[in-house]
């Protein structure tokens, strides 16, 4: 198996944030890994949204077809 690169464990212990379990949602109080990879998930798609609209040369406007 390959390791994993030291940026992506710093990346990640530096940007997602688990809430705090009495912030979880209802149905996931009782499966904290199911609870870290949905907010890690989150946060990899926020971060890759954040990237795109930046390399965009033109803001993307959804009602503009």
């Known amino acids: 198996m390959n390791d994993i690169p030291q940026i992506v464990e710093d990346l990640y212990f530096s940007e997602v944030i688990i809430p705090e379990q009495k ?3 209802d149905y ?3 499966d904290p890994a199911v609870i870290r990879g949905l907010y890690s ?3 990899g798609l926020s971060m890759g949204a954040q990237i795109s609209a930046a390399l ?3 803001p993307f406007i959804p009602s503009a077809g």
Do not use: A, K, S, T
Request: net charge negative; hydrophobic share 25%.
């Open 28 to 30: 996931l109080r009782g």
């Open 23 to 25: 912030d979880w949602p």
């Open 56 to 58: 965009r040369e033109e």
């Open 41 to 43: 998930f989150y946060y």
